[in-house]
């Protein structure tokens, strides 16, 4: 008995530990003048939402969520404005780009009348 329940334990803490992930994360913005690019790394629990924040743009967030299965992984990204108030306003849909491991998921956000661009490189590394 006392087995038994120590192998029900030990599938339980199993299923419970979930896998990081780390995101180097690239993202270029344009409009018609200027041209805005940064680059850093952050590690994300697999499954739990995050929402990521650049130095000197303020209005912008990221919301992003990743899951693997096998060597994919799933990345789900959507665009967020933040107001003066830290209330975020979606600008676009959830993107959801599959990749292997250390490969890109680009994501591009074009807005209305050619008057500027995102671009977001994502590449999911594991984490050791």
Same mark, same amino acid.
């Given at each position: 008995?006392? =087995? ?32 805005? =690019?940064? =680059? ?16 000197? /743009?303020? !209005?912008?967030?990221? @919301? ?40 890109? !998921? ?8 050619? !008057? @500027?661009? /995102?671009?977001?490189?994502? /590449?999911?590394? /594991?984490?050791?």
């Amino acid at each position: 008995m006392l =087995k038994k329940t120590l192998l029900s334990a030990l599938i339980a803490a199993s299923t419970i530990a979930t896998a990081h992930i780390n995101l180097n994360i690239d993202i270029t913005i344009t409009d018609q003048v200027n041209e805005y =690019k940064n =680059k850093g790394s952050v590690v994300v629990e697999e499954n739990v939402p995050m929402t990521i924040e650049f130095t000197d /743009i303020d !209005a912008l967030v990221v @919301g992003i969520n990743a899951q693997t299965e096998d060597n994919i992984v799933t990345i789900q990204a959507r665009f967020f404005e933040k107001n003066d108030a830290d209330e975020l306003s979606p600008i676009s849909d959830v993107f959801t780009v599959p990749v292997p491991f250390n490969e890109p !998921a680009i994501i591009t956000l074009d807005e209305p009348n050619n !008057a @500027g661009s /995102i671009i977001l490189s994502i /590449i999911p590394t /594991i984490v050791e």
